[in-house]
């Protein structure tokens, strides 16, 4: 099946210090989502991007879909303690419906104040 | 608008012991889906549901039932637990189309000895 690949695994970052995660998949993809999972927490989806090149900014975060459609990033400005969590993209199946989403593994995001 | 409930939050098994996860949502989503979580594994996704009636396997379905009756509900069954079972079990649904993403329950954390 489809599968998206997600890096760095783990970032640690001085708070103020930007961070990025980047998926890629091998497949062209119909869209993806963004989610961040806080510790012992669950996930809470962040965005969807459909269009390509689309670029989306949240506050601090900035979502990107690849031109091609095969890779996303997140980007994190000035990091605080708060975006301490895993963030995960997802992607789905079924012709920009999301019935069907595969995540990839994650990033772990820990912030040293 | 209670979102995701997951019943219950923790549970231990006995190997060979089955039991139900049971999953609610108010939202009236149309699709219903069931992820375990284990380190470094990210969301896997077990089965999922496009509406009542309607379910299909996801990435890891072996060892678990599902079934749809109502838009509701959503239970999830272990037929006969086993110690690779232990994990944190999330439900999450969302509305169908481009641009919503899932809602997460809280999860239920499974162990089985």
């Known amino acids: 099946g489809q599968q998206v690949m997600q890096i760095p695994q783990y970032q640690h970052v001085q708070e103020g210090e930007d961070f990025t995660t980047y998926c890629n998949s091998s497949?062209?993809?119909?869209?993806i989502q963004w989610y961040k999972q806080r510790p012992g927490g669950h996930p809470v989806f962040l965005i969807q991007l459909v269009k390509s090149g689309e670029v989306k900014k949240q506050k601090r975060l900035t979502f990107q879909f690849g031109e091609a459609k095969k890779n996303s990033s997140l980007h994190i400005t000035a990091t605080q303690t708060t975006d301490v969590g895993t963030y995960f993209c997802?992607?789905?199946?079924?012709?920009?419906?999301?019935?069907?989403?595969?995540f990839g593994k994650g990033t772990l995001l820990t912030v040293n104040p | 608008n209670a979102g995701v409930t997951q019943t219950p939050k923790f549970q231990v098994l006995k190997t060979g012991q089955s039991m139900t996860l049971q999953c609610a949502q108010d939202?009236?989503?149309?699709?219903m889906s069931w992820y375990r979580q284990d380190p470094g594994m990210g969301l896997r996704l077990i089965h999922y549901?496009?509406?009542?009636?309607?379910?299909d396997q996801g990435e890891v379905p072996n060892g678990y039932n599902v079934s749809r009756s109502t838009t509701e509900d959503f239970p999830l069954r272990l037929l006969s637990a086993a110690p690779s079972q232990t994990s944190v079990y999330f439900c999450?649904?969302?509305?169908?189309?481009?641009?919503?993403?899932?809602?997460f329950g809280s999860g239920t954390r499974l162990t089985v000895v």
């Open positions: 999450a649904s969302s509305y169908s189309g481009r641009g919503y993403g899932y809602t």
């Open positions: 997802a992607m789905s199946e079924g012709g920009g419906s999301n019935y069907k989403l595969t």
């Open positions: 549901s496009v509406g009542a009636g309607i379910t």
């Open positions: 939202m009236n989503h149309e699709y």
């Open positions: 497949t062209t993809l119909s869209n």
